[in-house]
């Protein structure tokens, strides 16, 4: 009996193709997982939530995990069939790098006004906390290569003793003929 091809998992021998994959789907899984983990969590706590401090970073860094999917899935399908990134990439995800810093400047704003209200240190703690995860994660994206978890990546960073320019940084930069 053959597997429908949306149901056969697809694992090659290539490593770039496979390493390509892994991040497209912990991006993907992370974007979904985190915000309902985080929402069960506070719903379960039992204690009061300020929703309007701590969903608005929590919410930002799911629509950025989501982005990052987008970009892997886009660079894998490059990479894949050798062909650059699609025309929309580049225009798409400036407008993403815009918007995503627009988000993080009001949510920064509301972010003080809100503490300014004498909001509880649990929710300050919680909102501030993603609010820097939100912050790291723009710049992983579209400066530098904050993630170092194997070993070329550590090799990299001994032997230049910098951080490398992001993935997505590099492609928009080179344009849509990336691949």
Known sequence: MALHPWNAIHVTNNPLHNRL???????????????AVLIWHWLQSGLPVDWALR?????LVGVML?????YWHLKLESVRTRRALPSYF???YRAL????????????????V??????ATADLAWAGGLLVFAMLEYINYFGVQLMHDNRADLQYLLRHRR?????????????????
Not at 114 to 119: L, P, V
């Open 21 to 35: 994959r892994y991040l497209r789907n912990a991006e993907a899984f992370a974007a979904l997982a985190l915000p």
């Open 55 to 59: 969903l608005p970073p929590t919410l």
């Open 66 to 70: 989501l982005q990052g999917a987008g």
């Open 90 to 92: 580049r225009p798409l």
């Open 97 to 112: 790098r815009l918007a995503d810093l627009l988000a993080l400047m009001a949510v920064v704003i509301a972010y003080g």
């Open 114 to 119: 809100m503490s300014q209200r004498g909001a």
């Open 163 to 179: 951080l490398r320019r992001a993935a997505l940084a590099t492609d928009l930069s080179r344009g849509s003929e990336a691949i």
